[in-house]
């Protein structure tokens, strides 16, 4: 539902992003994807003669680029996942005692969502902890966060899949207004490395790694000249199972299913995008006509980074024509999809040429469906 005004402004005033090192190119990743092939076909040549199985089809850079418009990704770890026998990021586990891998890179971005905020750890009472997958069950990757930064207050995780980071931005507006919290950080660490089916071909070049993290607080509080109001916020799900991933606690009670291809992502690709479209669409047009806004008035969408053909056709459907590439900036070619992340990737870079008093949408979109809009406007 659409937030009421209130007197008190809450703001963005911070945001970051942690990249890890290693990057995979679509060359190299069908290189690695067709080596793979190769070695499948061939050692099971007997079966695929027979027509128990099918052979496997290669990839190439041409169809990943038609699919998607994803030129390269970043990872983790690059060695497991070009690895034609393994096709798999080897992340090796820590000790209980040392911080983990997704709170590690989440504390990098919350530093720089910080550094930008000129805040400290001190300064912050929250910390929420949004995106696809977490790393454990408990204790919670946001309290781990919060112990390493040195915050105090609370914690604690949310997952609305690719719509996490809008989800949790709502959450931390409405803490701020409540006053629960004067100062909130949204983190979203990414490493949707470690969920991607490799091995498929409609999906093996989908995602990549990343963290983003987000600062909120209100508006008298903060010390960034570059701060952007949240003017509202509207969350919309509606249950599919067009994109799943059935991995859970509950998988060792069933044996058979263990290592099963519906423990990692998968969906339908067709059907996302032909149901997923207008939903955001007249998501984000009825979410601005609710705020008195004109479509007109809008200088640009930080869209979820999915796919190139459904990010075009959402703003061709909301602003009634096609956008240009500053209007509705694309990062997908170089991050690739990177779930919740992606449309705070977006905002991160493609910002700092808007005008005071310029309007802009964040928007996510995913599995569920679940999708989250967010009307900001410079400061």
Partial sequence: MTQARDARKVV?????????????SNAELVKSFNAYVE??????????????????????????????????????????VLDPKRL????????????SVQSEIAVA????ALAQARKSPEEVDAVIVACSNMQRPYPAMAIEVQNALGIKGYGYDMNVACSSATFGLQAAR???????????????????????????????FIFGD??????????????????WEILGTRLQTQFSNNIRNNFGFLNRCDESGIGARDKLFRQN???????????VAELITSHLSDESID?????????????????????????????????????????????????????????????????????????????????????
């Fill in 12 to 24: 963005i005033s911070g945001t970051g992003l942690y990249t890890p090192q290693e990057t995979i």
């Fill in 295 to 379: 479509v007109a008035a809008l200088k640009r969408m930080w869209l979820h980074q999915a796919n190139l053909g459904m990010n075009q056709l959402i703003s061709k459907k909301v602003l009634g024509r096609d956008p240009d590439a500053v209007e509705a900036p694309v990062i997908l070619n170089e991050y690739a999809n990177t779930s919740s992340a992606g449309s705070i990737i977006a905002f991160h870079k493609h910002r700092q040429d808007l005008a005071s008093g310029d309007i802009g949408v964040i928007c996510s979109f995913g599995a569920g469906y679940s999708a989250g809009s967010v009307i900001v406007k410079r400061l």
């Fill in 39 to 80: 070695l499948f076909n061939a050692e099971n040549a007997a079966d695929i003669a027979a027509g128990k199985i099918e052979a496997l089809s290669p990839s190439s850079e041409e169809f990943i680029v038609k699919a998607s418009g994803i030129e390269s990704r970043y990872v983790i770890n690059k060695s497991g």
């Fill in 88 to 99: 798999c990021p080897s992340i090796p586990e820590r000790d209980d005692e040392v911080i």
């Fill in 210 to 227: 990343v963290s983003t993290a987000i600062v909120v607080e209100r508006a008298e509080t903060s010390k960034n000249p570059d701060a």
């Fill in 109 to 112: 971005s919350v530093r720089d």
């Fill in 269 to 279: 690709g067709r059907k996302v995008f032909k149901e997923v479209v207008p939903m």
């Fill in 174 to 204: 409405d803490a701020v207004l409540s006053g629960s919290a004067q100062c909130v950080v949204v983190v979203n660490p990414e490493i949707c490395s470690g969920h991607l089916a490799w091995q498929d071909r409609d999906c093996h």
